[in-house]
């Protein structure tokens, strides 16, 4: 059986094999599940509509009265907190399945990498999930993954800077809340998705952005498909290939607060909600790797990232771009790149890197720092 979170309610389902859909016999309402890979684009007259930021928005509610069923800690002895600088880097290759990936683990390594190198993470401070671990509360199964979520958090304090790297299948399902733009809660598959239910957005939110205090900075790296909003952050920078911009409002309109208690998120994303992130040997001639997350990694190496605008058109240039100019610069990539973003195609890749944050700020004039 698979288990999912009803669309309503939130209660565990258990979906019969080969169902697609299932009614909560509490709420009645009707949960669809797509499958993590092949997922149908959404319906016509789902289309967000762009509005340029108003220099001006509502604060948080002062305080949540009622307590979140996220927050609490799963089961499972949490890590040790450490210092000013946290991060938790999962990778997931849902090895000898039919859903398997090549590069999420070297993602998470190569990310870990630059933290630790580029940004002065100590190693103490990063929590590591996947299926090399031979801690079991290191494997990326769905409770570990709660309980590293809630770690990342717990006790942070202003000056903090706290990361979180997510590298494996992304999927989707229906909303019946009205609180999707485009009628779709994103969801992360653990390693266990299919017997213990996906992540849902709402969740990831509840846990990681909505307890953010003032003074603490969030980044999250999601390289996975249907990414774009799975923080369920306020606004979506909506970019154009020439680097213009407006920042889409996705608030809901119930008026459900998806902000920060003070604290700033900022979210890259593989790809838009409707779109697929893939995986390519484009970090080294022998080895795979999620296109995004090469893509950040690349843009920082080669000093790209002085704002979040310049950072983000990087991102999105290294990805789209199939010409002789990927191979410049740093010798770790070949004049092979071409061929293998592109499967040989000659056409880029269909993903455009996402950025969403918890308030719209200028992409040009902000500095780019974790």
Partial sequence: ML?????????????????HSIRCAICHAVTRIASPRNLQPPPQGFYPSTHQHQPHYPPPPPAFTAPSPYNQAPRGPPPAVHGRKRAVICGISYKNSRHELKGCINDAKCMKYLLVNKFNFPESSILMLNEEEADPYRHPIKSNIRMALYWLVQGCQPGD???FHYSGHGSQQRNYTGDEIDGYDETLCPLDFQTRGMIVDDEINETIVRPLPPGVKLHAIIDACHSGTVLDLPFLCRMDRT???VWEDHRPRSGVWKGTSGGEVISFSGCDDDQTSADTAALSRITSTGAMTYSFIQAIERGQATTYGAMLNAMRSTIRNTDDDLGGGGGIVTSLLTMLLTGGSGVGLRQEPQLTANEPFDMYAKPFSI
């Fill in 243 to 245: 680097g213009r911009y």
């Fill in 161 to 163: 800077s706290l990361v």
């Fill in 3 to 19: 288990l999912v979170d009803c669309s309503n309610c939130r209660r565990a389902l258990e979906l019969p094999p080969g169902a």
